[in-house]
């Protein structure tokens, strides 16, 4: 069957720190994958999309690994502020601009 | 640009009402998106139009679901007969259509529907 898994547990992380988020998924061969952030009671909002022929994407103090081998990403916020706490959540687009397929989030928690 | 818009935010309705709820894009995008969301869960897809066609649905969406974009501009999505398996939040996103790669989706704040 088709899953994507990102971890339920919530990670709290010290301030400074770096955070790292996994997304597995099986059975998908996505063309794109995206990360979102989800602030309580609010819709999800883009943060970064990586290709299929990438294998890292940075933006600011993000960074974000794509391994199509593994069927794996990685989500890194680096020097991590009380302000990143949020849900995140990865999303599989398997052609380009059509729907994403969602992992159910995890929840970072930087405490100062 | 004043983002992607939903209205109503909350609503509580009885078992066996209809709702509807409106989705008003970013005024530029073509691509307009469906999704719902219970607690401690990811974005679930039910449909998405291009312009005014609905090119996709979700075998997940049943009957009592329907979603229009009459003039490629706001979209409604009703709820017929609703149930209490019907309470969660809608999210409505919006893209514009590339000619290649993915593109971001943008969501609007949600309506949240509780069925009593």
């Known amino acids: 069957s088709q899953k994507i898994e990102q971890n339920s547990e919530a990670l709290n992380i010290q301030e400074g720190k770096t955070a790292t988020l996994t997304c597995n998924y099986t059975n998908y061969s996505p063309a794109y994958l995206q990360w979102y952030r989800q602030d309580p009671g609010r819709g999800p909002v883009f943060l970064l999309l990586?290709?299929?022929?990438?294998k890292e994407k940075r933006k600011e103090r993000l960074k974000v690994t794509f391994d199509t081998t593994l069927k794996q990403s990685l989500f890194h916020i680096t020097a991590s502020q009380p302000a990143d706490s949020a849900t995140y959540l990865c999303?599989?687009?398997?052609?380009?601009?059509?729907?994403?397929?969602f992992g159910g989030g995890t929840r970072v928690l930087v405490k100062p | 640009d004043t983002g992607v818009s939903q209205n109503p935010r909350h609503k509580i309705t009885k078992r066996g009402q209809n709702v509807t709820f409106r989705c008003d894009p970013i005024s530029e995008h073509n691509r307009l998106y469906w999704y719902r969301q219970t607690l401690g869960q990811g974005p679930e897809f039910l449909t998405y139009f291009q312009n005014e066609a609905q090119l996709e649905k979700s075998r997940l969406l049943s009957d009592r679901f329907s979603a229009e974009r009459p003039k490629g501009s706001f979209s409604t999505l009703e709820i017929q007969r609703t149930e209490q398996g019907d309470s969660a939040m809608y999210l409505c996103?919006?893209?514009?259509?590339?000619?290649?790669?993915?593109?971001?989706?943008?969501f609007g704040p949600g309506t949240r529907l509780l069925v009593l």
């Open positions: 990586i290709r299929e022929n990438e």
């Open positions: 999303a599989l687009d398997m052609s380009a601009g059509n729907k994403l397929t």
């Open positions: 996103a919006s893209s514009p259509s590339g000619t290649s790669g993915a593109l971001a989706q943008y």
